[in-house]
């Protein structure tokens, strides 16, 4: 049975970055696509960012140029590096795997499981 854990998370000033990582066990990482959303209070789960097995990357445009998503098969963890954090940023962030095996990235939460517990991220003005 696949589990994710993400770590990473905490409280940044306005401007500042976090990395958060996303440790998978349990089964196959390599050949699934993973995937980054958040969900503040209130909000529904929005997509942030995805990467193929194979390292393509797909953005959401609120984060475009300022996350970087990357992963390393060799430790079956992924990553997000989040700089320029902006208080609009403040949300749990959730790590998934796409569904099935060789597909690419989608921003619809309902193209991935499992999911991660979670790790909140706020950022202060």
């Known amino acids: 049975q696949v589990q994710l854990i993400e770590s990473g998370g905490g409280l940044v000033q306005a401007g500042g970055s976090l990395r958060l990582s996303c440790a998978a066990s349990?089964?196959?990482?390599?050949?699934?696509?993973m995937g980054w959303f958040r969900q503040a209070p209130g909000k529904e789960r929005e997509f942030v960012s995805a990467i193929t097995r194979i390292g393509i990357a797909t953005y959401a445009d609120s984060v475009k140029g300022r996350f970087t998503i990357s992963r390393d098969n060799t430790k079956n963890t992924v990553f997000l590096q989040m700089n320029s954090l902006k208080p609009e940023d403040t949300a749990v962030y959730y790590c998934a795997r796409r569904t099935g095996a060789y597909l690419g990235g989608t921003s619809y939460p309902s193209d991935y499981g499992p999911w991660g517990q979670g790790t909140q991220v706020t950022v202060s003005s």
């Open positions: 349990g089964g196959a990482f390599g050949i699934y696509t």
